[in-house]
């Protein structure tokens, strides 16, 4: 039951004040037709959309089954119009873009009704009022007379308990008119229906009773009632527009102005397109960057050596070039360098801890030995020696230093396998080299000769095996392939003197067929311009194999006479303790490495393997500590500086693309949001929240954000064809511009979260639109 109680409302249209309601108490049935009628400005739609909860009285009280709403909340007005309100409209106020079935689902929607009731609830209330057949049509499919009918049945889909007419026939024929009522009279059976109109021949006939209205007051009642108090069986059910329903909403408005989304989105995605080519551009040069720098550290790596020059200690001594007073003496001073010449003790115990570095951060570690190998080889039937060592024993050890990096540089050389610290990657010399000929090395007598990306190696280099070449000359696989050395012990290799100095027997086919026997298995080179080509041009072997020789000759007779003398054996010079040692080394008496190699995968991993080398030096004495060498230092500062600088600029770039666009967005929304009024009169009439509307903008905005996104992201993605031709043209550089798939989500991302921020403002603003406004809207 329905109760007014002495109820007020005014408009104030700048000075002047107008009583619309003026202490009107009336009370209504639960099934009963009343007719109001009254002039224009009487009062009638005034109590009509106080009665619906679309405006708010100003004093008294409304009772809706024993229930006062002088305490009502917002969303309780929502509740009470969704579920016990239904509204029929002069104008129909049909949302166009939906089918009619969809119309009559709308209010269901807010309910929470579940989509097979719903769907069936509809079906139900369309075939009431005889349009079954048309479910599928858009209003605009429609005569007006069917249209009412669908406003009817979305006001009765849900079952409301008091159904609202505005003027229901205002804008109908006769005939039409007449058949309306019948719908309305025969719906009235089942519920309270309060009709306002100007037709009193109309209300004759139909209502079951008259209200005559002048100047918000009743005039006249023709079938008052005065109820008993009733108790409170009010109960409201909490209205709630799930965020798949207003996506859903929003799509189908988005959908009928298909050419105006698509321009909308392009305008947006603007900003998105140029900062993804950038990025495409960016990642492109980047990875190109990281090709160069992989080779940078290839070329240079951490080195650890023997001696090393600290160069904290050079900066101390750093002093300023400003001339100081002549006082009429000089001033002794050793060399900065001099004094910055650090001797690092290199330990089994150190090696062991570089052994442990992570190999995420570095792949491969490369061991320097100065053990001599004692390698002999035939030559058209002669046996001679043969030197593709990386030591001398005649010289010192930063003379074996020197001369092993010149004859490295020079091709001349000899390598060794790096170690691989991840045995799950495979072998290192199958991931970055090419197999020529024969076959990859398998045991640790196998060697291989390595080139260039030209299969050219010095000349130096075939000479040192016994090839008799001239410059430029071919040497085929064939010749190369099976080559066989052997290695000999000490003890075979070298002969004692009555002086106690030992020299090289001579070379012949006896200690050549009793040493170990080596063969080159394979020609090898890098397999393109981006492989780590760690390896020198010219003889490749395992550390294992210099591992073995120093096992095998660290008790020889020539070794422990060294470990006697502080003289050397080979020319009977006197020798100082590091001497010594490099001799020992030389020898095999000595396993530990006079040299390390570590090559990080990247920079930003060579940063945490010096991070690792460094916690070794935590808290030991200088002389304790290890010093390496960084040799990509200068590569990685002026590497540094430039992508700092490119990640400046991209920022910059993108802050001014993308707050464009959100300011864009806002715009369009709040454009949207004008021409979408009397849909949010609707929707709130239906029992739309706040919180309802709000979600129905925003969806559309989402949508849109998505959708420029994605189309600016496949934009770029097009461009990068016609910019990678031009580049190339420019630079010789193939296939810079390349789209990063995690970049480009994350651009739809941000494009998505942007144009919600933009399009919620004006999405707030629909929100707080007063809904009895919006329904006059034209």
Request: positive net charge.
């Amino acid at each position: 039951m329905l109760q007014l109680k002495h109820i007020f409302k005014s408009y104030k249209v700048g000075d002047n004040i107008t009583h619309a309601l003026d202490d009107v108490t009336i009370s209504f049935r639960d099934q009963e037709f009343v007719a109001i009628l009254g002039p224009s400005g009487s009062g009638k739609t005034t109590m009509l959309n106080v009665i619906g909860g679309l405006d708010r009285y100003d004093k008294g009280d409304l009772i809706i089954n024993g229930k006062s709403t002088k305490n009502f909340k917002e969303t309780d007005w929502d509740a009470y119009r969704n579920n016990s309100v239904g509204f029929i409209f002069q104008n129909y106020n049909l949302i166009p873009h939906l089918s009619i079935i969809a119309n009559v689902e709308l209010g269901m929607n807010l309910s929470g009704v579940g989509k097979k009731e719903r769907h069936e609830k509809a079906i139900a209330a369309l075939t009431e009022v005889g349009l079954k057949e048309h479910i599928n049509k858009r209003p605009n499919q429609l005569s007006g007379g069917q249209m009412q009918r669908v406003a009817i049945a979305r006001a009765i889909a849900n079952d409301p308990d008091i159904l609202l007419c505005d003027e229901p026939t205002g804008a109908l024929d006769t005939e039409t008119s007449v058949q309306i009522m019948e719908l309305i009279k025969k719906l009235s059976k089942d519920r309270l229906i309060i009709m306002v109109t100007h037709n009193p021949e109309l209300a004759e006939k139909y209502a079951t009773r008259i209200v005559n209205f002048q100047d918000g007051k009743i005039q006249h009642d023709s079938e008052s009632f005065k109820p008993e108090d009733e108790k409170d069986t009010f109960n409201l059910k909490r209205t709630k527009m799930s965020y798949w329903n207003a996506i859903k909403l929003s799509f189908t408005n988005i959908m009928t102005k298909k050419g105006r989304t698509i321009l909308t989105a392009f305008a947006s995605s603007i900003g998105i397109i140029s900062i993804a080519v950038v990025l495409s551009i960016s990642n492109g040069f980047q990875k190109q960057i990281n090709t160069t720098m992989s080779k940078a550290l290839a070329k240079y790596p951490i080195a650890i050596s023997q001696t090393a020059t600290d160069m904290t200690s050079m900066n101390n001594h750093e002093d300023s070039d400003k001339n100081v007073k002549n006082r009429g003496y000089v001033t002794a001073k050793k060399d900065p360098s001099e004094e910055a010449q650090h001797t690092n003790k290199i330990t089994e115990k150190y090696v062991d801890y570089i052994k442990k570095i992570n190999p995420n951060y570095a792949n491969n570690v490369s061991y320097q030995r100065a053990v001599n190998l004692n390698l002999l080889s035939k030559v058209n039937g002669k046996v001679e020696r043969v030197q593709f060592s990386n030591a001398d024993p005649d010289q010192s050890a930063s003379m074996s230093a020197m001369r092993s990096q010149a004859m490295s540089s020079m091709g001349i050389g000899s390598s060794v396998f790096p170690t691989a610290l991840n045995k799950k990657k495979g072998s290192f010399l199958k991931q970055n080299y090419q197999l020529l000929s024969g076959h990859w090395p398998s045991k640790t007598t196998d060697l291989v000769l390595v080139t260039d990306n030209k299969n050219t190696v010095n000349i130096n280099s075939l000479k040192n095996l016994g090839f008799d070449v001239d410059n430029k000359e071919r040497v085929k696989f064939s010749k190369l392939i099976g080559k066989e050395f052997s290695i000999v012990d000490n003890n075979d290799y070298y002969q004692e003197l009555p002086t106690g100095m030992f020299v090289p027997k001579k070379a012949n086919s006896a200690m050549y067929n009793g040493g170990t026997k080596l063969k080159l298995t394979g020609v090898i080179r890098p397999k393109n311009e981006d492989s780590m080509a760690l390896l020198s041009t010219g003889i490749a072997y395992s550390d294992k194999l210099s591992q073995d020789v120093i096992n095998d000759n660290k008790n020889s007779a020539i070794v422990k006479a060294q470990k006697k003398s502080n003289r050397s054996v080979l020319t009977g010079q006197s020798m100082k303790a590091n001497e010594k040692k490099m001799i020992m080394q030389t020898l095999g008496g000595s396993s530990i490495p006079t040299g390390i190699m570590i090559y990080p995968n990247n920079f930003d991993d060579k940063d945490k393997v010096l991070d690792y080398l460094d916690k070794w030096n935590k808290g030991k004495k200088k002389t304790d500590k290890i010093i390496y060498t960084d040799m990509s230092s200068a590569v990685t500062t002026m590497t540094g500086g430039l992508l700092g600088g490119i990640t400046t600029i991209l920022v910059a770039f993108a802050a001014i693309s993308l707050i464009t666009s959100m300011i864009m967005i806002g715009i369009l929304t709040y454009t949207s949001v004008l021409e979408r009024t009397k849909e949010i009169g609707v929707l709130k009439a239906l029992g739309a929240r706040k919180k309802d509307i709000t979600r129905v903008f925003d969806a559309e905005t989402f949508i849109l954000g998505v959708f420029s996104g994605v189309l600016g992201v496949f934009i770029a993605y097009l461009l990068t064809f016609p910019i990678n031709s031009v580049i190339y043209k420019i630079t010789d550089l193939a296939n810079v511009a390349q789209p990063d798939p995690k970049a480009a989500l994350i651009l739809i991302i941000i494009s998505t979260v942007l144009t919600l921020i933009g399009g919620h403002i004006p999405a707030r603003m629909a929100a707080k639109k007063d809904a009895a406004i919006a329904l006059r809207s034209e």
